[in-house]
């Protein structure tokens, strides 16, 4: 059974910085189109970031030059490292799968909060 | 980046009434286009891909159609659990883009 789980939100002040994990099981994470989308509170999804099988990578403007996806083959897990938060970065984080190596994403975790604040 | 406009961005309507949304893409995408169901509190759910595919496990009251630039989502009969917000996005193109979402209510 996939299974993705994240960890590493809480609270963090403007300009710090938070690492995002996010823990896969039943699948490699490797061999996947693994991306993070995230959700600010009573708001829409907005899409952050992929890393490819073959390990490219790409970013929203938004984030682009703050934020860093990469991986950990051994450990099966997804990272998004943010650094110089800001307070529009407070959100739900999720990790999700992309099925068939392209953008539809078939299996998600269960989101990690992230809240941006002095 | 290509654009996604999603209507209405919400809607009540009875159990058992057949319900659509629209979305609309600001370039031609193909039939890459998703919706997904958001319940309070939970992940997104995948119910439609490529357009007209149904994922497995979900039931057949949900329907998708479309290509180019206009897509529809269909409940042919509205269910008390089918209570949720319904996004549509698209991936033939970075940034995959999702569309403002729809907040479907019982009336």
């Known amino acids: 059974e996939v299974q993705l789980v994240e960890s590493g939100g809480g609270l963090v002040q403007p300009g710090g910085s938070l690492r995002l994990s996010c823990a896969a099981s039943?699948?490699?994470?490797?061999?996947?189109?693994m991306s993070w989308v995230r959700q600010a509170p009573g708001k829409g999804l907005e899409w952050v970031s992929v890393i490819y099988s073959g390990g490219s990578t790409y970013y929203a403007d938004s984030v682009k030059g703050r934020f860093t996806i990469s991986r950990h083959n051994s450990k099966n897990t997804l990272y998004l490292q943010m650094n110089s938060l800001r307070a529009e970065d407070t959100a739900v984080y999720y990790c999700a799968r992309g099925a068939y190596g392209s953008g539809i994403f078939q299996h998600w975790g269960q989101g990690t909060l992230v809240t941006v604040s002095s | 980046d290509i654009q996604m406009t999603q209507s209405p961005s919400s809607l009540s309507a009875s159990v058992g009434d057949r319900v659509t949304i629209t979305c609309q893409a600001s370039q031609d995408i193909s039939n890459y286009l998703n919706w997904y169901q958001q319940k309070p509190g939970k992940a997104p759910k995948l119910l439609i891909y490529?357009?007209?595919n149904l994922e497995t496990g979900v039931p057949s009251r949900f329907s998708g159609s479309g290509s180019g630039t206009d897509f529809t989502f269909t409940i042919s009969s509205l269910q008390p659990e089918d209570i949720a917000t319904y996004y549509c996005q698209q991936y033939d193109n970075l940034p995959n883009t999702f569309g403002g979402g729809t907040k479907v209510e019982i009336k």
């Open positions: 039943g699948f490699t994470v490797s061999s996947n189109y």
């Open positions: 490529d357009a007209s």
